[in-house]
T-cell receptor, first 111, second 119 residues
Framework: GENVEQHPSTLSVQEGDSAVIKCTYSDSASNYFPWYKQELGKRPQLIIDIRSNVGEKKDQRIAVTLNKTAKHFSLHITETQPEDSAVYFCAASRTGNQFYFGTGTSLTVIP | GAVVSQHPSWVICKSGTSVKIECRSLDFQATTMFWYRQFPKQSLMLMATSNEGSKATYEQGVEKDKFLINHASLTLSTLTVTSAHPEDSSFYIC???????????????FGSGTQLSVL
């Protein structure tokens, strides 16, 4: 099966700085890579996703990059704000199969 | 995005009782739903895959007789924790797969979770 690794497990940045979270996956057949943000006691919210036919996707301050050859993908948050503080999960999936999640990154944005 | 509703949001029960958690897809049909368990500050642990009209597929180590899953319709899956014990206390969360476009691309949306406390 698929194995998704996520780093770092914790990340602290100053407000306004950028944050980068990286994930690797093992199954070359995986073709869909979503990122979720989870605040304490709340549901994971889909914030951005990328499919294997695309190398980069951006949505305002959030971007995701995918390197299929190296089997890794990254989440980039620019101009971080305190409300970005949360746990972020990456995931990998291939159509019709289950989703495999990373272990999560706890991001703290220091005002 | 698609909406997944989960109830109850929290429940406290006595040891030995059973608890049922409902997961509904409100604006789409979900042939597949997933049930997860999440411990504090940890990732989502997949318990089982719930398939409409057929038996659920359980992950290794998950007791199917203890965690009963029923997916009787395209919009509802239920998880029943039978004879609950304190070690079953956890945050349980469901998700549903929604086919997003005509090409068959799919996205996964989560319910709001249920915090179960067994006394």
């Amino acid at each position: 099966g698929e194995n998704v690794e996520q780093h770092p497990s914790t990340l602290s940045v100053q407000e306004g700085d950028s944050a980068v979270i990286k994930c690797t996956y093992s199954d070359s057949a995986s073709n869909y890579f979503p990122w979720y943000k989870q605040e304490l006691g709340k549901r994971p919210q889909l914030i951005i996703d990328i499919r294997s036919n695309v190398g980069e996707k951006k949505d305002q301050r959030i971007a995701v990059t995918l390197n299929k050859t190296a089997k890794h993908f990254s989440l980039h948050i620019t101009e971080t704000q305190p409300e970005d503080s949360a746990v972020y999960f990456c995931a990998a999936s291939r159509t019709g199969n289950q989703f495999y999640f990373g272990t999560g990154t706890s991001l703290t944005v220091i005002p | 995005g698609a909406v997944v509703s989960q109830h109850p949001s929290w429940v406290i029960c006595k040891s030995g009782t059973s608890v049922k958690i409902e997961c509904r897809s409100l604006d789409f049909q979900a042939t597949t739903m997933f049930w997860y368990r999440q411990f504090p500050k940890q990732s989502l642990m997949l318990m089982a895959t719930s398939n409409e009209g057929s038996k659920a597929t359980y992950e290794q180590g998950v007791e199917k007789d203890k965690f009963l899953i029923n997916h009787a319709s395209l919009t509802l899956s239920t998880l029943t924790v039978t004879s609950a014990h304190p070690e079953d206390s956890s945050f349980y969360i469901c998700s549903a797969r929604n086919f997003w476009d005509r090409r068959g691309n799919e996205k996964l949306f989560f319910g709001s979770g249920t915090q179960l406390s067994v006394l």
